[in-house]
T-cell receptor, first 116, second 110 residues
Framework: GAGVSQSPSNKVTEKGKDVELRCDPI?????LYWYRQRLGQGLEFLIY????????KSGLPSDRFSAERTGESVSTLTIQRTQQEDSAVYLC??????????????FGPGTRLTVL | AQSVTQPDIHITVSEGASLELRCNYS??????LFWYVQSPGQGLQLLLK??????LVQGIKGFEAEFKRSQSSFNLRKPSVHWSDAAEYFC????????FGAGTILRVKS
C-alpha cells in the first residue's frame, strides 16, 4: 500500500512569507507526528496528533508554527512569517496506535524548506 | 525525564569490519526501544525494535541490537559492514513520550 507522502518535496520562500506543508499519512493510522531536522542535526519533535484527542503541541518552537489534522487523515503544518532559521527538512510520520505503545513510525520523505 | 544519548556523532569503519553504535537512555521503567536508519535524501526507516523478552533483537539488513537493562543501553551491531550501510542512524525511546537521539553518521571506507 501507499506510504506516508509529503508535499511539496522542496519549498523555497522569502523571509516573512507564510508556508504550508502537507502530510498524507498511511490510511488507518491514528497517530501523526511532525518533526524538524536542521542540517546536520537530529530530529526535533514539533507536534503529535492522536485520534480525536487534543494534540501535543509542546514541541512547536514559536507561535508562528501551527498544525491541523482533519480526523485521521491529512495534516497541514503552517509556518507564518518565515525566518531563515526555519530552513530545515520537515518530516512527517504516522503510526497505527500512538506513543507509549511501541508503535513503529512510518516516515515520509520530508519537505525541504529554504527561507531566503 | 526521558532522554536518549548517542555518544558518537560520526563513526568511520572499513567495509567488512564490524560495527557497534551506542545508545543510552534514561527512563524510569523499561521503555520500547528502536533503531531507525536514514539514508541520504531519504526518510527514516525502522531497522529493529525491542518490546520485551529476548534482549537480543534481530532486524533488517543484518543488524541486531542488545538491550542491557543494567546499563540502560541498546547498542546496534553488525558483524560485517557494507558500503551501502553508510547512513545516519537514530536510536529512539518510547516511554510516555517518544524521543529520538541526535543520530550517528556512519561512513564506510573501502
Amino acid at each position: 500500500g501507499a506510504g506516508v507522502s509529503q508535499s511539496p518535496s522542496n519549498k523555497v520562500t522569502e523571509k516573512g512569507k507564510d508556508v504550508e506543508l502537507r502530510c498524507d499519512p498511511i490510511s488507518g493510522h491514528t497517530a501523526l507526528y511532525w518533526y524538524r531536522q536542521r542540517l546536520g542535526q537530529g530530529l526535533e519533535f514539533l507536534i503529535y496528533f492522536q485520534g480525536n484527542s487534543a494534540p501535543d503541541k509542546s514541541g512547536l518552537p514559536s507561535d508562528r508554527f501551527s498544525a491541523e489534522r482533519t480526523g485521521e487523515s491529512v495534516s497541514t503544518l503552517t509556518i507564518q512569517r518565515t525566518q531563515q532559521e526555519d530552513s530545515a527538512v520537515y518530516l512527517c510520520a504516522s503510526s497505527p496506535l500512538g506513543r507509549g505503545r511501541g508503535d513503529t513510525q512510518y516516515f515520509g520523505p520530508g519537505t525541504r524548506l529554504t527561507v531566503l | 525525564a526521558q532522554s536518549v544519548t548517542q555518544p558518537d556523532i560520526h563513526i568511520t569503519v572499513s567495509e567488512g569490519a564490524s560495527l557497534e553504535l551506542r545508545c543510552n537512555y534514561s527512563y524510569g521503567a523499561t521503555p520500547y526501544l528502536f533503531w531507525y536508519v536514514q539514508s541520504p535524501g531519504q526518510g527514516l526507516q525502522l531497522l529493529l525494535k525491542y518490546f520485551s523478552g529476548d534482549t537480543l533483537v534481530q532486524g533488517i539488513k543484518g543488524f541486531e541490537a542488545e538491550f542491557k537493562r543494567s546499563q540502560s543501553s541498546f547498542n546496534l551491531r553488525k558483524p560485517s559492514v557494507h558500503w551501502s550501510d553508510a547512513a545516519e542512524y537514530f536510536c529512539a525511546v518510547d516511554g510516555n513520550k517518544l524521543v529520538f537521539g541526535a543520530g550517528t553518521i556512519l561512513r564506510v571506507k573501502s
